[in-house]
């Protein structure tokens, strides 16, 4: 358990669909990150939170909106996705933006796919 | 283009042998360089990192190992055990404190007891 709780953990959706995945962290970190990982391809930088402010966004397109409503709550809103979009999410925290990769911590991930 | 590479997707070792892995980056701009371990259902764990003003970084059972002019590093895990079993990801950044990772994706090792 490393204090980072992502829900769902499994989630099928149509293109049409909306859905959204949350992440909560329970280490009184101040950063908090999405990752995506397809399929035989690396751990991708999406998003980073900074105290509530989104300072990184890794060009990803607009059907992926992200939410932060307060340092130890993350969403991923999704809205219009295409098979290509089937992944899995992670999210992490870390103490702040400037920790650095050793302090991150991640969740277990939702295995998302796009039907 | 990937700028990190694991060119093993995986590794079988028997246990108390040493355990290897490689990984190769492409940009000269990386700097700090660290190494993550993931079991199944779980998300990765920070493992060890290692700076570029070093060459080697030790902890417990487990050294890093960087060749900057090769553009290379190595983790390696002696004695390996049972437990050791795992995907480890090898990431890299352009700073010490940067957020911005760049993966690899990642070698399964299995530790046969």
């Known amino acids: 358990e490393t204090g980072v709780t992502q829900t769902p953990r499994h989630l099928v959706m149509g293109m049409t669909n909306k859905k959204s995945l949350k992440c909560e962290q329970h280490?009184?970190?101040?950063?908090m990150y999405w990752y995506k990982q397809s399929a035989k391809k690396p751990l991708e930088l999406m998003f980073v939170?900074?105290?509530?402010?989104?300072?990184e966004n890794n060009s990803v397109p607009s059907r992926f909106s992200p939410e932060c409503p307060n340092s130890s709550h993350l969403f991923l809103h999704l809205h219009t996705l295409q098979p290509e979009d089937s992944a899995l999410y992670l999210c992490?925290?870390?103490?702040?933006?400037?920790?650095?990769?050793?302090?991150?911590?991640f969740g277990a991930g939702t295995r998302l796919s796009v039907l | 283009d990937q700028q990190v590479k694991q060119n093993s997707p995986s590794l079988s070792v028997q246990e108390g042998r040493i355990s290897i892995l490689n990984c190769d980056y492409t940009?000269?701009?990386?700097?700090?360089f660290l190494w993550y371990k993931k079991y199944p259902a779980e998300g990765p764990t920070f493992l060890i990192s290692?700076?570029?003003?070093?060459d080697k970084n030790e902890d417990g059972r487990f050294t890093v190992f960087l060749n900057k002019s090769a553009k290379h590093l190595s983790l390696h895990i002696v004695p390996s055990q049972p437990g050791d079993s795992a995907v480890y990801f090898c990431?890299?950044?352009?700073?010490?404190?940067?957020?911005?990772?760049?993966f690899g994706t990642g070698t399964r090792l299995t530790v046969i007891p």
């Open positions: 992490a925290s870390s103490q702040d933006s400037a920790s650095g990769g050793a302090g991150q911590y």
């Open positions: 280490l009184g970190h101040n950063a």
């Open positions: 939170y900074n105290f509530k402010e989104q300072t």
């Open positions: 940009n000269s701009m990386f700097d700090y």
């Open positions: 290692i700076s570029s003003i070093k």
């Open positions: 990431a890299a950044s352009a700073k010490t404190g940067a957020n911005n990772l760049f």
